[in-house]
């Protein structure tokens, strides 16, 4: 059974950092598409605002393009999200999500949330002074 457990949201202040976790178990980490999504309050869900592919390919929207950064570390199973120059409107619940595929970025970069096969449960991140 895959699961998918996210942790390392919290409070931090318009510019501050946070760097989010998302561990992967049950499943062959290395041969996964790996996104963050998020869902403010009152909004749809957003994204995938990042995507780590399995070649190692990653994908940035352009609203947290250069100010977030995906990483995974195979052996650990999981997948990192930095956060860096918060913004209030970065206010949201933070979801990893994972597609069962080798299919290099420019692929999965097309799919929405629908592409996705599982998800975690979300982390609370709250940017506010």
């Known amino acids: 059974q895959v699961q998918l457990v996210e942790s390392g949201g919290g409070l931090a202040q318009p510019g501050g950092s946070l760097r989010l976790s998302c561990a992967a178990s049950?499943?062959?980490?290395?041969?996964?598409?790996i996104a963050w999504f998020r869902q403010a309050p009152g909004k749809e869900r957003e994204g995938p605002l990042c995507?780590?592919?399995?070649?190692?390919?990653?994908y940035y929207a352009d609203s947290v393009k250069g100010r977030f950064t995906i990483s995974r570390d195979n052996a650990k199973n999981t997948v990192y999200l930095q956060l860096t120059n918060l913004k209030p409107e970065d206010t949201a619940d933070y979801y990893c999500?994972?597609?069962?595929?080798?299919?290099?970025?420019?692929?999965?970069?097309?799919?929405?949330?629908?592409?996705?096969?599982?998800w975690g449960q979300g982390t609370q991140v709250t940017v506010s002074s």
């Open positions: 995507i780590k592919a399995s070649d190692g390919g990653t």
């Open positions: 999500a994972v597609r069962l595929s080798t299919e290099p970025v420019i692929v999965v970069q097309d799919f929405g949330a629908d592409g996705f096969d599982y």
């Open positions: 049950g499943v062959a980490f290395e041969n996964l598409a």
